[in-house]
């Protein structure tokens, strides 16, 4: 099953609930019959640097390191959920960071030895897409400290994920 999620940038998935998580009162215009041929249109120059190209945001710049909200942090890409808001906690690195996935299997692990480290990666695994590095320096129960880009992810409030 996961091999057909693995084709890179697929057509969006993300059901209608995530636009009206957006949808401001009457100002912005409802993004909906707009013709997106795959994903990575929708993605902005940065999020397609970070997500497609491995890049790293600059520490203490994303909206989502201080978000508190309840709800899921899902792939910027793809849509797949990778974080809750239950595991986010403050790591002081500047990035959002969570000390366990959603599910081990969204978020895959693979070795990086770039920038002279050896590193842990984690990528999505519905697109493959860069989210950030892991470490062994986080919070009890996993001892993880996954940080991630902010840009790679998306916040989806509780109320609309129907959980
Ligand atoms: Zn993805």
Known sequence: MPLALLAGCRVQTVPPTAAVAQAAPAAAPTPVEQPVPESCAMLTPEQYRV????????????????????????????????????????????????????????????????????????VCAGCGGHLGHVFPDGPKPTGLRYCMNGLALKFVPAETTGE
Do not use: Q
Not at 85 to 114: C, H, M, Q, R
């Open 51 to 122: 997500l497609r190209e491995g890049g790293t945001e600059r520490p203490f710049t994303s909206e989502l390191l201080h978000n508190k909200a309840k709800g899921t942090y899902v792939c910027a890409g793809c849509g797949l959920e990778l974080f809750s808001s239950e595991t986010k906690y403050d790591s002081g690195s500047g990035w959002p960071s969570f000390y366990a996935p959603i599910a081990k299997g969204n978020v895959l692990t693979k070795l990086d030895e770039s920038h002279g480290m050896i590193r842990e990666e984690n």
